[in-house]
Nanobody, 111 residues
């Protein structure tokens, strides 16, 4: 059994920053892919950022240059540094490791 848990969400004013963290625990497994998705009310879940092939990072156009994804292999964690936040970044953010998903953490950006 693998447990994935996000942390770091909250309320921030536009232009501010938040850092999300996500950790996988439980049985050991080989991590092939990890990343973050988000889902705003009334919208489909969308990719925010991901790491593939060990170190290749990919970003949605809407967050490129503002968000940075990083990983800590030793701790089985993936983080998302979010700067210059906008109200349209408001969503529930979900992280994943391979096919294992967390429950999500709310990010709200006020204007």
């Amino acid at each position: 059994q693998v447990h994935v848990e996000e942390s770091g969400g909250g309320l921030v004013q536009a232009g501010g920053s938040l850092r999300l963290s996500c950790a996988a625990s439980g049985r050991s497994f080989s991590i092939n892919a990890m990343g973050w998705y988000r889902q705003a009310p009334g919208k489909q879940r969308e990719l925010v950022a991901r790491i593939v092939s060990g170190s290749i990072t990919m970003y949605a156009d809407s967050v490129r240059g503002r968000f940075t994804i990083s990983r800590d292999n030793a701790k089985n964690t993936v983080s998302l540094q979010m700067n210059s936040l906008k109200p349209e970044d408001t969503a529930v953010y979900y992280c994943y490791f391979n096919s294992f998903w967390g429950q999500g953490t709310q990010v709200t950006v006020s204007s």
